[in-house]
């Protein structure tokens, strides 16, 4: 069953769902992007993986009069890119491509600080870098400046941000709003070959079909997070309720 919205579907920003479509994007892009490239290009996924200490309650298994004592463990998080090579010559990284996850957007986390530091790293190579934020939700996290965006591009729900190495300080951005279709975006690769067009809503769209989604019924008592405005709120439930998954109003 397709996806009920136009384009980003809501109700999947929530964590109980993102991760899952997180690594079906990337997985897609990748399948998508190695079609289309030409034969001295490929795509490969890269794995980003850190460790959060998490402190928890421990709670001894029999009813003994003393407070819960604290254990430190650790959690392992992993994050997938997907990233472009060429062959031409000595193979090089020429386009790092990064799906946007909530501890990216999540201040203070590790998460958020090892992105931020390839972030960096990315734009200080002769390497492009691709953005896609599909949360709207979290601090503001793509390389391009949050006030020149919305200055240029007005208020959005969404974006994709691109930076070219070779056009230093230049930033490229898809604005998308909710009830939008995602865009069709330009890939670029080494300076003098054209860029690949990826139709991210496809992506998205194929992402949908092969995930949980539907089985899951992510409409059912639930609301998108972070709360949709009141125009938007009041759409998306519309568009739930004309295509039978939520109960009529009244």
């Known amino acids: 069953m397709p996806s009920p919205f136009p384009g980003m579907d809501p109700y999947l920003e929530n964590p109980e769902f993102f991760p899952d479509l997180h690594d079906s994007l990337i997985g897609e892009l990748k399948r998508t992007l190695q079609t289309q490239l030409p034969p001295t290009y490929f795509a490969m996924t890269r794995s980003r993986v850190w460790v959060d200490y998490v402190e928890r309650p421990f709670e001894p298994d029999v009813n003994v009069l003393r407070s819960p004592r604290r254990i430190i463990t650790d959690d392992e998080d992993r994050e997938l890119s997907a990233e472009i090579y060429t062959v031409q010559g000595e193979r090089r990284l020429v386009t790092a491509i990064e799906v946007l996850s909530p501890s990216n957007k999540a201040r203070g986390t590790d998460g958020r600080l090892l992105y931020i530091r390839k972030q960096r790293e990315l734009l200080d190579s002769k390497a492009h870098l691709v953005e896609i934020d599909l949360l709207r939700g979290g601090a503001f996290t793509s ?108």
């Open 143 to 250: 390389a391009v400046p949050r006030k020149r965006a919305i200055e240029e591009a007005g208020l959005f729900d969404y974006h994709v941000c691109i930076h070219r190495y070779d056009e230093l300080g230049k930033f490229f951005v898809y604005p998308i709003l909710l009830r939008q279709r995602l865009p069709k975006i330009a890939i670029p690769l080494s300076p003098g070959d054209a860029p690949v067009v990826l139709d991210m809503q496809g992506v998205f769209d194929r992402s949908y079909d092969d995930g949980p989604y539907a089985r899951l019924s992510p409409y059912i008592d639930r609301t998108p997070e972070p709360s949709l405005r009141p125009d938007d709120a009041a759409w998306a439930t519309q568009r739930l309720r004309e295509r039978g998954l939520l109960p009529p109003a009244g």
